[in-house]
Each structure stands twice: as structure tokens, then as C-alpha cells.
């Protein structure tokens, strides 16, 4: 539900559930840190930012993360493209450059929030809204994602289902409540092997280009 507050005498308990030791997820980031290192700046309390960042209004080191590779790919590249006269939409190459994308293994039980069902969302009095809405009301979904967090402080992440790959699932995880060694980069048969997986190389390109076609997109040189 779009403009609307938290409500003040919230007594009820969001839904969690676990994200289980030796579960992996994929993620695309920037080349230069590690595969589970968590952002630690955190967004504009208003512009810019994802779905679920950090402000200074709640400061914590935060991973988007997804079940699948195509999840990673589609939250995190897929936004927002436009299409050409053709219908073939183009990703810009400043949106690749420098971003790799690789896997990170869960060595213990994590407690998530679940924001995946319509019963999972009215328990922390939501819709559909906050995990569907467009970026143009993300200044509003940090601040019920925040709001969300104060309520379960077990909570090491949330978990909804993907608005870009719809039926698969998309995670965001709190730095600053997943414990040091609960998660670790890892491979995977479905991460391409070597300098495949980083953007910036021929290998890399080719696989990513290869990869986008499936959803109808180009990268596009600039």
C-alpha cells in the first residue's frame, strides 16, 4: 500500500522463516570486493537506493542477493529498460562495467523475515505494494523496511518473491545481524568458471550477452 505510514500500535509479529545452512545464492557486485562483503554506505533517505537499502535513518551493511542466477541477473541489471523500435530492450554497458557475479554459501541457519505470500505481507500490515512497487517508491519501502526491522530483531534478512523473475526468490541480508562466518563465497556449476564471470572481460561479455537474450536484451555499448 503506496503512501501510507507504518501503523503506531503494531502488535502483531512478522513471518519468518530460515534460510538454511549450505543453501546458496547468487549475486552480482562490484569486481573489486569480495563475493560476501556486504555494502556499508548506505542511500539517500530519499532518492536514488534500492528497494530495501540502508539510510541514516537505519544504518546497516546490507547484500541483495537471489535464489538463482537469472534472479541475480534480472533484479539487479534488468530494471527500468526501455525497448528499442524493434522491442529489443538495451542494457546500458555503464550498469555491467566493472561487476562480476558470483555465489555465496550460507554455512548456518539464518531467520528471515518472509515477505512471499499475501498473509506473509498482512503481517506486517502490507500488499503486494511493498515488494512489486516501482523505484520511483523505493524512499518509501526503506522506510517500512526499516520499520519491518524494528519489529524483528532476530531477523538476519528478508525474502520475497522476485517482481523480474516472478515465482523465484530475491533476499536482502543484514550485515549487521548475519554472523561473520555464517556466509562465504563459494562455487557453483551454475556461476561460470574464471574470468567468465567478470563483466569486463571478452569471455565474460560473451557469456552475459549470451545469457540476455533469453529475456530480449542487447547490451548495449554505452
Not at 8 to 31: C, D, E, M, N, S
Request: charged share 20%; aromatic share 10%.
Amino acid at each position: 500500500m503506496t503512501n501510507v505510514q507504518p501503523p503506531a500500535a503494531y502488535a502483531q509479529t512478522p513471518a519468518l522463516t530460515t534460510l538454511g545452512a549450505g543453501t546458496t545464492v547468487f549475486r552480482i557486485h562490484h569486481k573489486h570486493f569480495p563475493a560476501d562483503a556486504f555494502n556499508p554506505v548506505p542511500s539517500h533517505k530519499y532518492y536514488g537506493g534500492g528497494r530495501f537499502d540502508a539510510t541514516q535513518d537505519d544504518h546497516y551493511p546490507f547484500m541483495y542477493a537471489g535464489s538463482t542466477v537469472d534472479v541475480a541477473v534480472a533484479e539487479t541489471l534488468l530494471r527500468d529498460l526501455a525497448p528499442d523500435p524493434a522491442g529489443i530492450r538495451q542494457l546500458p554497458w555503464p550498469r555491467v562495467a566493472g561487476r562480476r557475479i558470483s555465489s555465496v554459501e550460507v554455512t548456518a541457519d539464518l531467520e528471515l523475515v518472509s515477505l512471499r505470500s499475501a498473509a506473509d505481507l498482512g503481517a506486517v500490515a502490507q500488499d503486494t505494494w511493498l515488494t512489486s512497487c516501482d523505484p520511483r517508491d523505493y524512499a518509501q519501502s526503506r522506510h517500512w523496511a526499516h520499520w519491518i526491522r524494528s519489529h524483528a530483531n532476530s531477523a538476519a534478512g528478508y525474502v520475497w518473491l522476485s517482481r523480474r523473475e516472478p515465482g523465484a526468490a530475491a533476499y536482502v541480508l543484514f550485515g549487521d545481524r548475519v554472523p561473520a562466518t555464517a556466509i562465504a563465497a563459494s562455487a557453483h556449476p551454475d556461476v561460470p568458471p574464471g574470468d567468465e564471470a567478470d563483466f569486463d572481460t571478452p569471455r565474460g561479455r560473451r557469456a552475459l550477452r549470451n545469457r540476455l537474450t533469453r529475456y530480449n536484451v542487447a547490451l548495449s555499448r554505452r
